[in-house]
């Protein structure tokens, strides 16, 4: 659990110096961000797939030193095996609900996809057929494009010239009224794109990744503070 107090006084408000303390890590780990308890969902800082079940690991899927966003490990998907697939029904500490901000980063070395589902059910299999046709959504990320969608409709996407070998943040805004926001940003945080749409058929769930076709990494995958 992410403290949001201190010998039980409460931080969310906390400054030094008359600055506002937003984040404290320690040891590359995130133990407290302002306004958002259990705010990690998962960096692989552990080196292994503690938090995670599925046919996918080690398998399509593995955890790499080579591209780090943050701390010393991420996640490395080959797009050799796409039948092979990781959820995650709790995460480190929590998975995104709507209602919440999260965002996650990816470093792409070609322009194949690997996705990114949440709202997964905790019964749902741990494959690529049940995260593709099951009931959750999932985000279609590539070097130059991200998609929403589910087993049965497309929702909204978004483009932008090829970013391969740097790493890209890709930005969810997911309102209680089923309103998305959702964005890309490059590694200088420059804004490529983004769209919003709207849909109510999830709330709450777990997160599921497989390798599709494409290589690369994922880190970081954390709720944060909403951006304006």
């Known amino acids: 659990m992410i403290p949001t107090s201190i010998d039980g006084t409460d931080i969310t408000g906390a400054t030094i110096d008359g600055t506002d303390v937003t984040e404290i890590t320690v040891d590359g780990d995130t133990v407290f961000t302002a306004g958002i308890p259990n705010s990690l969902i998962e960096d692989w800082e552990s080196g292994d797939f503690t938090y995670w079940r599925g046919n996918g690991q080690n398998n399509g899927h593995s955890i790499s030193t080579t591209q780090v966003y943050k701390g010393s490990f991420s996640l490395y998907l080959d797009g050799t095996d796409p039948s092979g697939a990781i959820i995650s029904d709790g995460g480190k500490e929590s998975t995104p609900s709507a209602g919440d901000c999260w965002h996650f980063f990816t470093y792409h070395t070609d322009n194949g996809n ?7 059910d905790a019964g749902e299999s741990a494959t690529e057929t049940g995260l593709y046709v099951g009931s959750s959504y999932y985000l279609f990320v590539r070097s130059d494009e991200v998609r929403l969608a589910d087993g049965g409709s497309n929702f909204g996407s978004l483009s932008h010239t ?24 490059d590694s200088n945080s420059n804004l490529l794109d983004s769209f919003t749409t709207n849909d109510t058929s999830y709330t709450s769930g777990g997160v599921g990744i497989y390798t599709y076709t494409g290589q690369g990494y994922i880190d970081q995958i954390e709720k944060v503070v909403c951006k304006p």
């Open 114 to 120: 690997f996705r990114v589902n949440f709202a997964v």
């Open 162 to 185: 090829s970013k391969q070998n740097e790493w890209l943040e890709t930005y969810i805004d997911w309102g209680v009224n089923g309103d998305f926001d959702i964005r890309r940003y």
